[in-house]
Every structure is written in C-alpha cells, then in structure tokens.
T-cell receptor, first 114, second 113 residues
Framework: NAGVMQNPRHLVRRRGQEARLRCSPM?????VYWYRQLPEEGLKFMVY????????ESGMPKERFSAEFPKEGPSILRIQQVVRGDSAAYFC????????????FGDGTRLSIL | GEDVEQSLFLSVREGDSSVINCTYT??????LYWYKQEPGAGLQLLTY?????DMKQDQRLTVLLNKKDKHLSLRIADTQTGDSAIYFC?????????????FGQGTTLQVKP
C-alpha cells in the first residue's frame, strides 16, 4: 500500500497518560499535515511539517501537544497528559508540495480517553 | 479569516443526481477540494479545481465554481448507494503560504434504493 499510513488505527488511553500517533507519508511526499476531527464536525488543521522542520503550528494547542517529522522515520504527533477532550480522530495528510499539490489522507487514528 | 460552509444533509433516490453545495470566503486565488469520507475511514480525494476555472468534469462528478459568489458545487450523476458518505469541501490556504486546508462541516449524503 503506497498510501499514507497511520498507526495505530485505534488508541485508548487513561486520563494523564501520553498518546503517540504515527504517520508515514506517501512515497515521494515531504510535506505532512495533521488535522483533528471532533465528533460530528469537520477537520481542523493542527500543524504542518516538512522534514526536520515545523512550518506552521498555529492550529495546535499551546500545551501538551507536540509534533515532529524527523529526517528518518514517520511523523509523530504526541499528546501528553491526555484529557477527555482530546478524544477525537486524528488524520495525517501528505503532499508533494505546499500550494498546488493535493493532500492525500491516511485512515486516521481514533483516540479514546477513559 | 477563511470560512467554509456546507449544508449538513442531503437525501436522494438511487439513480437521481445529487448536488452538494459549498461557500467559501477567501478572496485570493485558491484551490478548492472535494473529499469523501465513509464511516470509520479516512478522506478520499475526489476532485479539485483551481479558482480560475469554472468547471471540471471527471466521469460522474462535475464541479462548478462561481467565483463571484464564492460558491462551489459537486454534482454526482446517477447516484448509487455506494455514494452514501460524508462529503467535505475544503479550501487551500494559499494566502498564508502553507497550503493547509480549511474544511466545511461536511454534507451527509443519504442515497435511498
């Protein structure tokens, strides 16, 4: 499967634990975007990264959330000390370019906080 | 800031045409996208159009853009039960130079046999 790969598909955490969500972009894509979808809502932008650089994190909460896209390996979205309100579907998308290339999405990680 | 609005629900009979509407606010040139989301799945890119175009057709899908009114529509001809899903309209943030997508709330399409 040459598409965007996200894992895990489902993740259950207790309040206060850490959640790590992984995203491997499509082959040849160096631009990664993370979005969050709350129940019954559309997707909201969180962060945009290129290899080893965070380009725009304007949609990410200032505390507890961080993202990285290392030179080797997948992009990681990390949520520390999770709370009930973090329960959502988190989607990763990748593209070949920033402005005139379409974004292709993974199947998402459904995060549930107990 | 940019905003994208969609109607929430559309119900059609199998074989009819479906038209899903979307309005956006960005006044600069932009790319506009239609994605399909089936239950429990990710977003599937259906089609996209640049804002200097009026129309794009791809098999059963026709996208119409009225740039003056900032109105975008997706027409699905001969709608099938497999077309039942949530359809998202999205605008690309070209003015911010990041390409991040701004999504509408999604339109749930129900196709009755």
């Amino acid at each position: 499967n040459a598409g965007v790969m996200q894992n895990p598909r489902h993740l259950v955490r207790r309040r206060g634990q850490e959640a790590r969500l992984r995203c491997s972009p499509m082959k040849g894509h160096s631009h990664v975007y993370w979005y969050r979808q709350l129940p019954e809502e559309g997707l909201k932008f969180m962060v945009y990264l290129q290899k080893e650089n965070i380009i725009d994190e304007s949609g990410m909460p200032k505390e507890r959330f961080s993202a990285e896209f290392p030179k080797e390996g997948p992009s990681i979205l990390r949520i520390q000390q999770v709370v009930r309100g973090d329960s959502a579907a988190y989607f990763c998308a990748s593209s070949q370019g920033r402005l005139n290339q379409p974004q292709h999405f993974g199947d998402g990680t459904r995060l549930s906080i107990l | 800031g940019e905003d994208v609005e969609q109607s929430l629900f559309l119900s059609v009979r199998e074989g009819d045409s479906s038209v899903i509407n979307c309005t956006y606010t960005d006044s600069s040139s932009t790319y506009l996208y239609w994605y399909k989301q089936e239950p429990g799945a990710g977003l599937q890119l259906l089609t996209y159009i640049f804002s200097n175009m009026d129309m794009k057709q791809d098999q059963r899908l026709t996208v119409l853009l009225n740039k003056k009114d900032k109105h975008l529509s997706l027409r699905i001809a001969d709608t099938q039960t497999g077309d039942s899903a949530i359809y998202f309209c999205a605008e690309s943030d070209i003015s911010g130079n990041t390409g991040k997508l701004i999504f509408g709330q999604g339109t749930t399409l129900q196709v009755k046999p």
